[in-house]
């Protein structure tokens, strides 16, 4: 009789069983928590469906300690499976009489089947006998130790160490394995260390191991020994517990949601406590006393509602309500020493002006290739002022006075300690040196997008600047031969391309990618393959504007079709070209005109041909679709020049009936072959006034 929820078969239709898995270690860097959660999850699903283990849904959780997953709704047998093994084909299998060969009999034995519950198949063209296997499942609590230990050797973190005479590793050394299935142990051990039912609390507070009985108590037990193993909870606990510490004050923490996340894995239980510093250090620049407080501390910046930085700060613990009075001592005194340190950093840095830091730019070296500092300065210098020439001219002065003081803050004190505060800096000591606003606030955006989605410059100095720094890098790199290969970009060249792209749409900067990267490798050495160093580098770029373009929503086809031009006019244009190409894609003579560019491009040549000869157009169609080409081609130069592409295109629609009855009437491959080449000619020519726009013959007319 079979038990109840258990067929006859012996498979469980009741998925109602529960995996804990526990991974207990020392300390993880706050870093490595997320990715390893999401790695277990990721694993443990694939790993549970691989061996026909069905589940309702697994839910991981990390802290400093432990690394856990809870899987619910597991069924007490694995799925029972069928398939199918293929052996000998037909022909080999079975003789002229259809009597089975020893290829058959020998591959049902091994099967494990008769010969005559051999099928007959179809694979790859041909006919082969195979066995139908009918595998029952077996139960879920003999194959888990295999899952576990398939979960821990599938984790790799960004460093991995040995410890003591194993063989095992780990980000850190495992001390404990928890597993249980349902109030049962999951028995294994890896490297000798041995699973079992028992877990760790708070390695201060509660100390000693347990043991857990029932996996519905895993998450209260632990919190009865100050552990809070839910990240969102502990992230939870943070906010609402900062803002009741500060809401009494009229203040706020200044929102940072990198800080918290790395502070909700540096602890297990955490307890906000509210500190103070003295006034006198809210002279320091803000972005400096924030980055103190979080770089070294992991300390959460107060504001007042206004934004105004004051003089209080939050320290998250890892220890109970009653040490927070410890607690704030020592963090008090911690950061009056961070402080005082920043204050003389920052003093003795804005005795020493900004341009009189350059010529110590020579001692600092780029790229060993690449020269110094100062080199790249001069190549920014110049590429700037080209941009602004094109761009900005009343900006120049502003935009090449700040490309001179770019690097300077580099050897600076403060940005030395804090190197995320580079431009920030220099800011600040431009502002000091008398400097103006435009050159300061242009040091403090060159960075910008510091992240591929973030913030852009806000001011068209920065903006400038920004590129040209950029671009140079990017550049520079191509030239030596150092390039993104693979997910290997160590240079983060992809991301400073994308910045240029952004930046240039963002901006409407009005110089095609083409000239930038031009003037860019013009201002670096010349070796022998910089022009095939530099095809690169625009391939490079192509095809990030192209995932750019598909990122902002437009469909391959018209993606596609933008490619051809892409760098060779304003970034901004070809938004504005496939916009007004959406919005005439509506018009009644859109597709007819697609169609009719579709067979000029599939016939002309691809090598440049030869002016076309008036005199040698013959029939009335080749010279009317001539007269009428020659009559549009100064207003469709006029209409984009304007920028009015929509005119432009609707323009062009008007080609499509001289197109089409030249090809009706007209036989373009003559026998006679100066009245063939000019036939083409006319029709290349045709392609390179539309192609101007884009490229028609990758549109689709759906």
Known sequence: MAEKGIEDNGVNNLLNASLLFEIGTEDLPARFIFPAIQQMEQQASGILREMRIPFSGIKTYGTPRRLALI?????????????EVFGPSRKAAYDANGRPTKAAVGFAQSQGVSVEQLIIKSKDKGEYVAAVLEEKGGPVIAVLPEILKRIVLSLHLPKSMRWADGDLRFARPIRWLLALFDDETVSFDIDGIRSSNTTMGHRFLSPAAFKLQKISGYKSMLANRHVVVDQEERKKIIVDAMEVLLGSLGEKPVQDEELLETVVNLVEYPVPVLATFPAAYLGLPRELLITVMKGHQKYFAVKKAESTITNHFVVISNTSEENAGTVRVGAERVIRARFEDARFYFEEDRKVPLHTRMEYLRKVTFHERLGSLYDKTERIVSIAAFLAGRVFPALKEHVVRAARLAKTDLITGVVREFPELQG?????????????????????????????????????????????????????????????????????????????????????IDVPVQDLVDKAFGTLPHGESIDVMKEQMLRFVRNRVEAVLSDLGYSSDFVQSALPVCLRIPLFAVRER??????????????DFLVAMKRVNNIIPKSPMPSVRPELLLEEQEISLSAKLNSMRGEIESLVDNKRYDDAVILLFSLTEAVNRFFDHILVMDKREEIKQNRLSLLQDIWQTVSALADFSKLSSN
Do not use: N, W
């Not at 790199?477 to 930046?503: V, Y």
């Not at 496939?578 to 597709?591: S, T, V």
């Open 424 to 508: 920030i800096m220099g800011k600040y000591y431009a502002l000091h040196d008398g400097e103006s606003k435009e050159v300061a606030d242009a040091l403090e955006e060159q960075y910008l997008p510091a992240y591929s989605g973030g913030a852009l410059p806000r001011t068209d100095a920065g903006a400038l600047l920004s590129i040209a720094d950029k671009i140079d890098t990017v550049a520079g790199f191509f030239s030596i031969g150092i390039m993104p290969t693979g997910s290997e970009d160590p240079f983060a060249l992809r991301r400073q391309a994308l910045g240029i792209i952004a930046i240039m749409m963002d901006k409407s």
């Open 578 to 591: 496939l916009d007004a190409l959406k919005r005439c894609r509506d018009h009644p003579a859109y597709c």
């Open 71 to 83: 899987a619910e709704g597991l069924p007490r047998s694995q799925e029972d499976r069928t398939r």
